[in-house]
């Protein structure tokens, strides 16, 4: 099956501090990549939604300026969360989608613990 | 506002014993139906799909249900595995868009 890879697994930094983490489709051509954010014993909650090389539509509640999404290939998007502190402290998992819209299935990365001090 | 409600909860159950989580949804139009595995700081793992016209899937020792009538689906696990300890998620996808609706999960526990 299709291969989502996400970087880095856990993460740690300082309060105030950005931190970037990679998702990136290995075999297959994704246009459209999603960003999840998943608290202890509870459901993944949708943050935003990106297509290749055009802004990517947020979640309501979830702040653009704080959570900065690029999507600028086929096969990469990133998030960064900017001036991070410790209520951003979660579990982030990205999904990407295949390109032939009969095959919309969305594939998991292994998500990325972030802990913020 | 689209749901996806499982049940239970969680679950303990002891290893090779068999067990059914269930998922109920109100989504609508419907699309398909996924349950995925989760283990602990891992990202979901698929393990069925379902279209509205399918009533039964499987995938080794899981089969996954669908009533698309009654908008239910469960999952059966035969002679679990303590590696089967993990959290099943429900997930349902409607006609527009790529949204997906989560349910909270079923958290596994097998023991030996």
């Known amino acids: 099956g299709a291969v989502v890879s996400q970087h880095p697994s856990w993460v740690i930094c300082k309060s105030g501090t950005s931190v970037k983490i990679e998702c990136r489709s290995l075999d297959f051509q994704a246009t459209t990549m999603f960003w999840y954010r998943q608290f202890p014993k509870q459901s993944l909650m949708l943050m935003a939604t990106s297509n290749e090389g055009s802004k990517a539509t947020y979640e309501q509640g979830v702040e653009k300026d704080k959570f900065l999404i690029n999507h600028a290939s086929l096969t990469l998007s990133t998030l960064t969360v900017t001036s991070a502190h410790p209520e951003d402290s979660s579990f982030y998992i990205c999904?990407?989608?295949?390109?032939?819209?009969?095959?919309?299935?969305?594939?998991f990365g292994a998500g990325t613990r972030l802990s913020v001090l | 506002k689209n749901q996806v409600e499982q049940s239970p909860q969680s679950l303990i159950i002891l290893e090779g014993k068999n067990c059914t989580l269930q998922?109920?949804?109100?989504?609508?139009?419907?699309?398909?139906l996924r349950w995925y595995k989760q283990d602990t700081g891992r990202g979901p793992v698929s393990l069925t799909i379902?279209?509205?016209?399918?009533n039964t899937k499987s995938n080794g020792r899981y089969t996954a249900t669908l009533d698309a009538d009654t908008k239910q689906s469960s999952l059966h696990i035969t002679a679990s595995q303590l590696s089967d300890s993990a959290s099943y998620i429900c997930v349902v996808r409607g006609n527009s868009g790529y949204a997906l609706n989560f349910g909270k999960g079923t958290s596994l526990l097998v023991t030996p």
């Open positions: 998922c109920n949804y109100t989504v609508s139009p419907f699309s398909n």
């Open positions: 379902m279209t509205f016209s399918e």
């Open positions: 999904s990407a989608s295949e390109m032939t819209v009969a095959k919309n299935i969305q594939y």
